[in-house]
């Protein structure tokens, strides 16, 4: 059973996270949408080497940690990751601005097929891709 100072410190995350997402004006995914994304990103995480995202509330980047051995119901939920990210604990699908796939990693030295990451995830359904010759980004917020 949680505490009331966990319930509180829980709910002022929920109000802060919809603070930020309010100054959007386009919600581009939904939770389900995620589930199905991560789902297809997992399965095809041999032509994955680096998820990088952007939180709504930070000018930070973190990295997601995805594995062939990431699962639902233990290491993503229906709302968002336990842990498996460069900027420590819960992340919430609702407070990822956008995914960035970089073309190149820094370790080891090798180049993602941006060309056939967009593929990937085109396959989940329609999505708002930006993309150049250095990344693919998708993007959750407009």
């Known amino acids: 059973m949680k ?8 709910e002022q995350q929920n109000r802060e996270i919809d603070k930020a997402v309010s100054k959007f004006s386009q919600h581009l995914m939904s939770n389900s949408k995620w589930v199905k994304l991560v789902d297809k990103l997992v399965e095809n995480i041999s032509s994955i080497s680096k998820v990088e995202f952007k939180k709504i509330q930070s000018h930070e980047i973190g990295v997601l940690s995805l594995s062939k051995d990431t699962e639902f119901g233990f290491d993503y939920w229906q709302n968002g990751f336990e842990g498996h990210n460069s900027l420590g604990g819960w992340l919430t699908f609702k407070e990822i601005e956008y995914l960035k796939f970089p073309k190149h990693i820094d370790k080891p030295k090798s180049i993602q097929n941006l060309d056939e990451i967009e593929k990937i995830i085109l396959s989940v359904g329609l999505f708002e891709i930006e993309k150049d010759q250095n ?3 998708l993007v959750c917020y407009k």
Request: no cysteine.
């Open 135 to 137: 990344e693919l980004k």
């Open 3 to 10: 505490t009331n100072k966990i319930k509180r410190y829980e």
